[in-house]
């Protein structure tokens, strides 16, 4: 297992930046390229640099605390991370963890905040095996690029974790949004609904979360939910 780490300075920011673009030479002529990483992978630390710095940014969460939060669920964690090849640094990361000894870490919440237990998620949206279902654990964009390209970044994230979804035959994902967020999804097209019986809840340094569940389908691929130079990026 790698050092975790949720701080990078810039020369380490700089050289696992050019390292992965050296050893996973980007087959697409764009300026912003995607990358799965395993959570144990060195290169997986940019991406946790970027969910820190902006996890800090808009709701305090300092290095501790991120890895207070996710230090159960870091080996389960796949990332799909965007870099940006005219500076060499990340732009912006998604984190789907897979269920675990730990569990999904947005249904252990749901259980402690919004009383909706496994069994009831399980019996409602009737989860045969919750080796079916992904935890969207974050999708974050530094700030520099959240304007760039009609929101590119963010959609080269949440569009590699569905395909990637899809490609592995995951049903289900879970997930905590924010209003933001949620507004962001809208724009993009992407399919959601709260759990039943629950609201707006504070989450983490956020005051109007909610616990969301989105069903993985092929038929929003050919609505064009997924166009192909995106999927190639996987």
Not at 2 to 13: F, G, I, M, Q
Not at 136 to 152: F, P, Q, S
Request: proline share 4%.
């Amino acid at each position: 297992m790698v050092d975790v780490k949720y701080t990078l300075d810039e020369k380490e920011l700089e050289f696992l930046s050019k390292r992965l673009l050296v050893e996973q030479p980007p087959w697409v002529n764009e300026r912003f390229v995607g990358y799965m990483l395993d959570g144990t992978s060195e290169a997986s630390n940019l991406a946790r640099h970027v969910e820190r710095e902006v996890f800090e940014e808009r709701f305090g969460l300092d290095d501790a605390a991120m890895t207070r939060l996710y230090r159960p669920y870091e080996t389960a964690s796949t990332f799909f991370l965007v870099i940006d090849r005219e500076n060499s640094r990340p732009a912006g990361t998604a984190r789907a963890g897979r269920n675990c000894p730990a569990g999904i870490l947005t249904l252990n919440d749901a259980s402690k905040i919004a009383q909706v237990s496994l069994e009831s998620f399980r019996s409602h949206y009737k989860v045969d095996s919750m080796d079916e279902v992904w935890d969207l654990g974050t999708t974050v964009v530094l700030k520099e690029y959240r304007a760039i390209d009609n929101h590119l970044v963010s959609q080269i994230c949440y569009r590699c974790f569905w395909a990637r979804a899809m490609h592995e035959g995951i049903k289900h994902y879970v997930t905590i949004l924010d209003g933001d967020i949620r507004r962001t999804f809208a724009l993009l097209g992407l399919p959601f609904e709260p759990f039943p019986g629950t609201g707006e809840v504070f989450h983490e340094g956020s005051k109007d979360s909610m616990f969301i569940r989105v069903r993985i389908s092929q038929h929003h691929n050919q609505q064009g939910l997924l166009p192909h130079r995106i999927r190639q990026f996987l």
